[in-house]
Nanobody, 125 residues
Framework: EVQLVESGGGLVQAGGSLRLSCAAS????????IGWFRQAPGKEREGVSC????????DYADSVKGRFTISSDNAKNTVYLQMNSLKPEDTAVYYC??????????????????WGQGTQVTVSS
């Protein structure tokens, strides 16, 4: 059974940090790219970042570049999203997803094959 389980969300003040984790199981991790997406109330889901499990290449949305860092521990089949300098506009449910591809992209969410259940991130001003 394929599973993607996010954790690490919570409530933090603006300027603070959180680290999200995405634990994957049930598929060959090295064959997939992992993406992070978020959806705020009343807004469309947007891509945040992604990482290729095969070569470690990464990409970021402009809105988080320089503040968020994605990384992968292939031995643990886990991807992390370190979020620093958080802003109230980062408030959303964050989802990780797996894409059967060696290439990474965070903008084509419709191509992703598997999704986690999401974790809430709330940034207070």
């Amino acid at each position: 059974e394929v599973q993607l389980v996010e954790s690490g969300g919570g409530l933090v003040q603006a300027g603070g940090s959180l680290r999200l984790s995405c634990a994957a199981s049930g598929f060959i991790f090295d064959d997939y790219a992992i993406g992070w997406f978020r959806q705020a109330p009343g807004k469309e889901r947007e891509g945040v970042s992604c990482i290729s499990s095969s070569d470690g290449s990464t990409d970021y949305a402009d809105s988080v570049k320089g503040r968020f860092t994605i990384s992968s521990d292939n031995a643990k089949n886990t991807v992390y999203l370190q979020m620093n300098s958080l802003k109230p506009e980062d408030t959303a449910v964050y989802y990780c997803a797996a894409l059967w591809s060696v290439a990474c992209n965070y903008y084509s969410d419709y191509e992703y094959d598997y999704w986690g259940q999401g974790t809430q991130v709330t940034v207070s001003s």
